[in-house]
């Protein structure tokens, strides 16, 4: 599979801003995605861009892409406690005969109150 | 509602009695997929599955098997399960294709003593 890496913790205030950073390998890979993983739940898709994009913003969620660097950022404004989650930054890569998504490690965002 | 439904959500069991986990969607999706997912390693993908009757390998096949008999179900055997195979699993569909925004079920835990 592809390489994307994500730290594995990150803690913030809340109120504050969040900004979860992913890198990835494979520069030809199509849409790049968070999801987000509340415990005992399955993965929630946050949000997406389209590798021709540099940027996109819905409501408190910025994502930047930097195609140069191959690296993606989730930007969360006035984070919540209930943004406490796994987020996860994974990639899509169009291969012969299969298009397949490749997710980071998951970054665990704490938000503390 | 749209959903991604796997059974069951919770098993313990030894090693080598063979199990099944199902997995079925509503959404008439062509692509299906599972994928494990283990601490500090991210969600790693086990065998996907283009359309019915269609399935290929993901990253760690060992010791799986899959079946797409018809388009809304895509069960997981472990035929004979071990200990390293104790992880968290999951279902995903999408509707035509990997790299299309993946629709998650809630997971299955499983334990193999």
């Known amino acids: 599979g592809e390489d994307v890496e994500q730290s594995l913790f990150l803690s913030v205030r809340e109120g504050d801003s969040s900004v979860i950073n992913c890198t990835y390998t494979?520069?030809?890979?199509?849409?790049l995605y968070w999801y987000k993983q509340e415990p005992g739940a399955g993965l929630q898709l946050l949000t997406y861009?389209?590798?021709?994009?540099d940027m996109k913003q819905d409501q408190r969620l910025t994502v930047l892409l930097n195609k140069k660097d191959k690296h993606l950022s989730l930007r969360i404004a006035d984070t919540q406690t209930g943004d406490s989650a796994i987020y996860f930054c994974?990639?899509?890569?169009?291969?012969?005969?299969?298009?397949?998504?490749?997710f980071g490690t998951g970054t665990r965002l704490t938000v503390i109150p | 509602e749209a959903q991604v439904t796997q059974n069951p959500r919770y098993l313990i069991t030894v090693t080598g009695k063979k199990l099944t986990v199902t997995c079925s969607q509503n959404?008439?999706?062509?692509?299906m997929s599972w994928y494990r997912q283990d601490p500090g390693l991210g969600l790693r993908q086990i065998y996907y599955?283009?359309?019915?009757?269609?399935?290929d390998k993901g990253d760690v096949p060992e010791g799986y098997k899959v079946s797409r008999k018809e388009k809304r179900n895509f069960p997981l055997i472990l035929e004979s399960p071990s200990p390293n195979q104790t992880s968290l699993y999951f279902c995903?569909?999408?509707?035509?294709?990997?790299?299309?925004?993946?629709?998650f079920g809630d997971g299955t835990r499983l334990s193999i003593l």
């Open positions: 995903a569909s999408s509707l035509k294709g990997g790299n299309q925004p993946q629709h």
């Open positions: 494979d520069s030809s890979s199509t849409y």
């Open positions: 861009i389209f590798s021709n994009m």
């Open positions: 994974a990639e899509s890569i169009r291969l012969p005969g299969a298009n397949n998504l490749f």
């Open positions: 959404m008439n999706h062509e692509y």
């Open positions: 599955s283009m359309n019915v009757e269609v399935t």
